[in-house]
């Protein structure tokens, strides 16, 4: 084997990740499409020559793979729970006491807020900073291992970055959300009626639908997007709070929403409640609150 055909290969993949971290994560691309679409055929080439030389985390799984037979059950390193609901400031002032007492501190409560993305919870687990597995959240202790899938969603990294500063873990379990922006569901959309498809009800479905593809070559014609929000094993990614968290997994190249907002008080919060209502409708995405 020629040292110079492994040494491209490294080259490509580097340059690959970068560039679907500029342009995926960062939103700010450096290079044109064409340029991109050159980089990735010659990945494709020299792999399809040396198929013993295709890695775990080749940027080349993005484009699918095989059929798979089902989805294999993954148990999570620690539960995937749901959320319970405020819905009135009453309610939310009884939450901030309920902290404070529990605390049993006099000390002001620092509050980190994020819109709730209407989307599909995923756990993706990371070693030696390579994505490994990845699974729905299925009933909070097993999902469904869609790894395949998952590797086709561009915003989500196949390798870890440390160019940023960011520290690789041994073991990572990252938590965040699948979802479709409303520009990408109704692309979607327009593509199955052409096809004689039907439209898919509203985004959360269509997400959930593609990302469960046995065929994940079909998950990877669709326009899924990620957002993390946190981890399984907070061991892993030491901080003071939520926010040094999520700064902390940008560093590793994980896309975080960038309508985070740090609340110094249960007034600020509730504010913050407010503006994102307001927006709520001019936002690319579907959420079902705060």
């Given amino acids: 084997m020629e040292i110079g055909v492994v040494e491209e290969l490294e080259a490509l993949r580097r340059?690959?990740?970068l560039h679907t971290h500029q342009y995926y994560v960062l939103d700010d691309p450096v290079i044109s499409d064409g340029e991109y679409d050159a980089l990735f055929r010659r990945l494709l080439e020299l792999e399809a020559l040396h198929p013993d030389l295709v890695t775990a985390d080749s940027p080349s799984h993005r484009v699918g793979g095989a059929v798979l037979p089902g989805f294999a059950e993954v148990r999570h390193v620690s539960p995937m729970l749901s959320l319970d609901n405020i819905f009135s400031s009453a309610e939310f002032a009884e939450f901030a006491g309920k902290i404070q007492r529990f605390l049993k501190s006099d000390q002001a409560i620092r509050f980190v807020t994020e819109p709730k993305l209407d989307g599909l919870a995923v756990d993706l687990v990371y070693r030696r900073g390579v994505f490994e597995v990845g699974s729905t959240r299925g009933d909070g202790s097993v999902g469904e291992d869609v790894t395949a899938q998952l590797k086709t969603v561009r915003s989500i990294p196949l390798r870890l970055t440390t160019e940023t500063g960011g520290r690789t873990p041994e073991e990572l379990h990252v938590r965040g959300e699948v979802f479709?922006?409303?520009?990408g569901f109704q692309q979607l959309n327009r593509r199955r009626l052409t096809d004689g498809e039907?439209?898919?009800?509203?985004?959360r479905n269509a997400a959930a639908g593609s990302l469960r593809q046995l065929d994940s070559r079909v998950t990877a014609q669709r326009p899924l997007e990620f957002f993390v929000y946190g981890v399984g094993n907070s061991d892993a990614v030491p901080a003071a709070g939520q926010n040094e968290m999520l700064e902390n997994l940008a560093l590793l190249g994980f896309p975080v929403n960038p309508l985070v907002s740090v609340c110094d008080s249960p007034l600020?919060?509730?504010q913050q409640f407010h503006n994102l209502a307001a927006a709520r409708h001019k936002l690319a995405y579907d959420i079902d609150g705060m």
């Fill in 15 to 17: 340059q690959i990740r």
């Fill in 180 to 183: 479709l922006s409303k520009e």
């Fill in 198 to 203: 039907p439209a898919f009800a509203n985004p």
């Fill in 268 to 270: 600020e919060v509730e």
